[in-house]
């Protein structure tokens, strides 16, 4: 079993939907989060960074961590086509430098 | 730009022969990560300096894999004797701050292709 599992989608919404996107992580000494968002041939650039459970608001961007159920989040609001894109969830241990683990990535298109 | 640079961007090579990537970091970020990612995967950790020092090696770094980092500035990651199964994007990233509180910057990733 992977220590952080994530739905590879793809994932297709209509401009100005809300999308929803998840990921379930096994090993509870993840405190961090990240959400990156990858485009084609391009490195990940973050998106949101999170620590320990709770909410977290960027513009358009919500990010979520509930650790009693290792699940978290990611919404964004009044999707852009410019929003098509893989999105990594990712999280690394408390204390240390940051291994980071990633998920698999889901691939979203948003429609005009 | 001031970002994390990569170069080459794209490298087509043999099996058997030898390649050499370069990353470098923003300038006063003091760690710097090399990761692996194949086609559908998210990046894998391949090794981690903490300036100049090497602090941690994934198993995935086999010993053909070698990476350094002189004087903690920019990076080198050498792969000998290529094998098809070395074909992936390579993504170094770096970062500065306390720890646990850091934040990575990736680079755009040097694609290797071995034929």
């Known amino acids: 079993q992977k220590e952080v599992e994530q739905d590879p989608g793809p994932l297709s919404v209509p401009e100005g939907a809300i999308v929803s996107l998840n990921c379930t992580y096994s090993n509870s000494a993840f405190q961090y989060f990240m959400w990156y968002r990858q485009y084609s041939r391009k490195g990940p650039e973050l998106l949101m960074y999170?620590?320990?459970?709770g909410n977290k608001e960027d513009g358009r961007f919500t990010a979520q961590v509930d650790k009693s159920s290792k699940y978290i989040s990611l919404f964004i609001r009044d999707s852009q086509p410019s929003d098509s894109a893989t999105y990594l969830c990712a999280m690394s241990r408390s204390g240390g430098y940051q291994k980071v683990t990633f998920g698999i990535g889901t691939k979203l298109q948003v429609i005009p | 730009d001031t970002g994390v640079s990569q170069n080459p961007r794209h490298k087509i090579t043999k099996r058997g022969q030898n390649v050499t990537f370069r990353c470098d970091p923003i300038s006063e970020h003091n760690r710097l990560y090399w990761y692996r990612q194949t086609l559908g995967q998210g990046p894998e950790f391949l090794t981690y300096?903490?300036?100049?020092?090497?602090?941690?090696k994934s198993r995935l770094l086999s010993d053909r894999f070698s990476a350094e980092r002189p004087k903690g500035s920019f990076s080198t990651l050498e792969i000998q004797r290529t094998e098809q199964g070395d074909s992936a994007m390579y993504l170094c990233a770096s970062s500065f701050g306390l720890a646990g509180e850091e934040t990575q910057y990736f680079g755009p990733g040097t694609r290797l292709l071995v034929l």
């Open positions: 300096f903490q300036n100049e020092a090497q602090l941690e």
């Open positions: 999170t620590y320990s459970s």
